[in-house]
């Protein structure tokens, strides 16, 4: 039983969770608009479930504290308060401190009382100062207030009662008693078209209808739930007739509407906008509603009409909020579990189907096999391998997210960074459907976050200096995500001041780094800041500024086999290039064979090979040997030197060189030969084992052993240093 | 001998918090020297396969094999031990914490009864 109930808390939690990031997002949003009543009512839903569902298994304190936060939400959604940007920051922070709450009760650690408290107060307050709605937010009240003083109407209205309104005890003539209560109710016509022979008829049932013309101030919902105890079975429409007076011409086409055709249909149960949900409770008739709702400007037009913006600004933030938009669609909350389509399982199962079946095939080939069933025996090897590789891109993309999920934790971050560094940033998202692999997306989250950090500290100048340099004050950080080749590409870029050339160098000649009359290039400067302890900002910040951080984001998305790097225009900003592989858990490889040994090197960091020209070979001193390909002097790595092996050549212009490059580095790595390509899965060496040196992981070949996959960084790094770390 | 290491094993076993009297052994002879595992440990006895030498590290990890689709690290003990190296016919895969270590000396497993021999025969 106990067990159970853990069960429904894990739900839950997972559940708060997605609540809580509606909330967040939402009152995110809100920000942008504070006029949103769809908003305001989305994130009063989250808020509400989570009240509901904590108070249910007995989490008192979250129960509470949500209610206080419902409490001030109410009042904003009933246009009682305006949306104001402490208001805005306030619920944020209650959001933050229900998040550790609920973080609490799940892990049973501490919660800070104190700042529990002090929200509770400041929400208390916040509820009960009675400062009325400020002018930003008119149209809400302004569709409550209107609401119930339409004008005159004209109403058709068409009854055909269900037949056993005679049987149930009711009474026609009391509603259109209750309509002519309603107003002037005229032409009440007896429709008895249908009433059967004086022999067939049956005293209990209803064979009428009537048509009936109502002039009313009051709307549609009053009108209808006149009817409201015979509506089931009722054949009933209710029109206004466009020009009052007219004749009764307003033909309804299909002329037997169900009542419900009245309210439009909202599909796949996503909320009702909310006029129509007043529509639906009768405060308001739809004309006020669309008086309303013509009356109604955007934020936008609003502020260009007062001068507070100008078109163009305008225009950007919508941009913004459009991205922001998609990017809370593409959004998916993600856990230790994947959803996963269906249709992606079924269209899977079918292929495991069609698996099982070849297998049994091949099994029953097996068993009575003659050399004359060859060629059927090949046909199905083929089909079998045709199965496996679509079984495998199958599976693969079940693991494949899309990127919005890494992304989706952004706008707050800035808004965040922007408050405290004092500088206007608008966020850019763009490509979030982007798919990648669930492991990766995982892991790029915390570099990606030290990226936007130092973009949002470091890149970005603050609004003084901006607009001193012709800049907009308002700073762009835009996050991209997109495929090229079999890599997936992540940009983050900050339209600022741009790395400083000098300013690197003399850093890093100052810590050491590198040689006071070193010469580097652009790309290798840019690369500097990577190095650990590696920071220009003048001051620290609490933000970023310690050089921490930029070696971490290196470290991290190689860790992944992807690559780091930078473009930079001074005073025109940087971008920061990440490239990941799609997916971590299978790469196309080289097979290369030294002595005995098999290695498979990572085909994407294969630049050619070639067989040296004696005398191509240099040695230099303390550095190893030098090969020279085409002018261009590459450092030589002797595999069964580093790896200690018996190789079968060691002359190096009879063996096989292959030009590996990362992250714009070059080796020239000396192999047997080279025996094929494949695709390979790589399988982890630290599961069971720790990490070695110059290799990058394991995989298993056709004959069931286990082969090694080069890690050409770690190659670079050994030809770099001359001896591997253990001989 | 064997029982003195048996002994000593449930002692440390018991210090683990891992065992009780009545815990079971896998038992096998390494030179003259009996030594055994905790069943509870044993995943697996696997025949002899091929065998992938990792490069540069200490000669006792004789390599990495293949264990359904998981890369299985081998520990040699004889060399670890510092004694001669035989030819092996077969694995032992124990599992260590969450890791798995395939060992590979017990070229010759004792039954019940050798166990009870040398036991008593050493305790004579």
């Known amino acids: ?727 | 001998m064997a029982a003195a290491a048996l002994e000593s094993m449930k002692e440390l076993n018991q210090q683990n918090g891992l065992a009780t009297d009545e815990n079971q052994f896998l038992t096998f002879q390494l030179g003259s020297e009996l030594y055994g595992v905790d069943i509870l440990r044993v995943q697996e006895i696997k025949g002899y396969t091929a065998v992938t030498k990792i490069p540069n590290t200490p000669p006792h990890i004789k390599g990495v094999l293949n264990l359904r689709g998981t890369i299985v690290p081998i520990v040699e003990l004889r060399t670890k031990f510092g004694m001669p190296t035989i030819d092996y016919t077969m694995f032992t895969v124990i599992r260590s914490g969450d890791k798995l270590v395939a060992l590979l000396d017990m070229d010759r497993l004792l039954t019940d009864g050798e166990m009870q021999e040398t036991g008593s025969a050493q305790a004579a």
């Open chain 1, 1 to 727: 039983m106990s067990n159970d109930f853990a069960q429904f808390q894990d739900a839950f939690f997972e559940e708060a969770g997605e609540h809580l990031a509606v909330v967040e997002e939402g009152l995110l949003a809100l920000e942008q608009h504070p006029e949103d009543l769809d908003l305001l009512n989305k994130i009063f839903r989250s808020a509400h479930s989570i009240k509901g569902t904590s108070g249910m298994f007995g989490f008192n304190a979250v129960a509470q504290f949500t209610h206080k936060m419902e409490t001030l939400l109410d009042l904003l959604r009933n246009g009682q308060k305006a949306v104001s940007p402490s208001i805005a920051d306030l619920l944020l922070k209650s959001t933050d401190c229900l998040k550790t709450l609920i973080e609490s009760v799940k892990t049973g650690a501490a919660v800070d009382e104190g700042t529990v408290q002090q929200l509770t107060s400041e929400l208390a307050a916040a509820s009960q100062s009675d400062d009325k709605p400020s002018s930003q937010n008119p149209k809400a009240t302004q569709t409550v207030s209107t609401a119930g003083s339409g004008q005159d109407q004209i109403y058709l209205i068409t009854w055909t009662p269900p037949e056993w309104l005679f049987r149930r005890g009711l009474d026609p003539l009391q509603i259109t008693k209750e309509l002519c209560d309603l107003g002037n109710l005229t032409d009440v016509t007896l429709d008895v078209s249908r009433l059967p022979h004086l022999a067939e008829i049956d005293p209990e049932t209803c064979y009428l209808s009537w048509s009936m013309r109502l002039t009313t101030g009051k709307d549609l919902n009053v009108i209808e739930s006149v009817f409201e105890f015979v509506r089931e079975d009722s054949r009933l429409t209710i029109e206004k007739t466009i020009v009052p007076g007219s004749e009764f011409q307003v033909s309804s086409t299909g002329s037997q509407h169900e009542t419900r055709n009245l309210q439009r249909e909202t599909d796949d149960g996503s909320p009702k906008p909310l006029g129509e949900i007043l529509i639906e409770s009768g405060v308001v008739s739809r004309e006020t509603l669309d008086q309303a709702l013509a009356q109604q400007k955007r934020v936008g037009q609003i502020l260009v009409e007062q001068h507070a913006a100008s078109p163009q600004q305008v225009e950007q933030a919508l941009q913004k909020q459009r991205q922001q938009e998609s990017a809370a669609q593409s959004r998916k909350t993600d856990t230790a579990s994947i959803r996963v389509d269906t249709d992606k399982i079924d269209k899977l199962i079918n292929l495991v189907g069609e698996l099982v079946i070849t297998q049994s095939m091949l099994s029953d080939l097996g068993a009575r096999f003659e050399m004359s069933h060859m060629p059927v025996l090949l046909e199905r090897m083929a089909q079998l391998e045709r199965n496996t590789r679509e079984i495998q891109e199958r599976v693969m993309s079940i693991r494949m997210l899309p990127i919005g999920t890494a992304f989706s934790r952004f706008p707050r971050l800035v808004r965040d960074l922007s408050a405290k560094a004092g500088k206007k940033i608008q966020l850019v998202l763009s490509g979030e459907e982007t798919e990648l692999d669930k492991t990766v997306i995982e892991s790029i989250s915390d570099p990606l976050t030290h990226l936007v950090r130092n973009s949002a500290d470091h890149g970005l100048e603050p609004p003084e200096e901006r607009l001193d340099n012709n800049k907009q004050e308002t700073g762009t950080i835009r996050l991209n995500a997109f495929h090229e080749g079999g890599n997936i590409c992540i940009t983050v870029e900050d339209d600022g001041r741009g790395l400083n050339r000098d300013k690197i160098l003399a850093k890093a000649v100052k810590q050491g780094l590198i040689g006071e009359n070193e010469k580097l290039s652009d790309d290798q400067i840019w690369l500097l800041i990577f190095k650990p302890g590696f920071s220009t900002a003048e001051k620290v910040t609490d933000v970023s500024g310690r050089g921490v951080g930029m070696d971490v984001v290196k470290r991290n998305i190689e860790g992944l086999g992807g690559t780091v790097s930078i473009k930079t225009r001074p005073g025109h900003g940087t971008i920061f290039i990440l490239k990941l592989p799609l997916t971590l858990a299978i790469i196309e490889g080289m097979t290369v064979r030294v002595g005995q040994e098999t290695y498979i090197v990572p085909l994407l960091s294969i630049l050619e090979s070639i067989q040296p020209k004696p005398g191509g070979v240099k040695t230099v001193v303390g550095k190893g040997e030098l090969i020279d390909v085409r002018g261009t002097y590459l450092p030589m790595v002797r595999m069964y030197e580093i790896f200690a092996l018996q190789p079968e050549i060691t002359d190096p212009t009879k063996a096989i060189l292959l030009i590996l490059e990362t992250e714009g580095e070059r080796v020239a790595v000396m192999v047997d030969e080279i025996l094929g390509q494949q695709q390979v899965v790589i399988k982890s060496m630290e599961q069971n084992f720790r990490k070695v040196e110059g290799i990058a992981g394991a995989t298993i070949l056709g004959d069931g052993t286990v082969g090694f996959i080069l890690d050409v960084r770690g190659l670079l790094e050994i030809a770099r240093h001359g001896e591997p770390v253990a001989a």
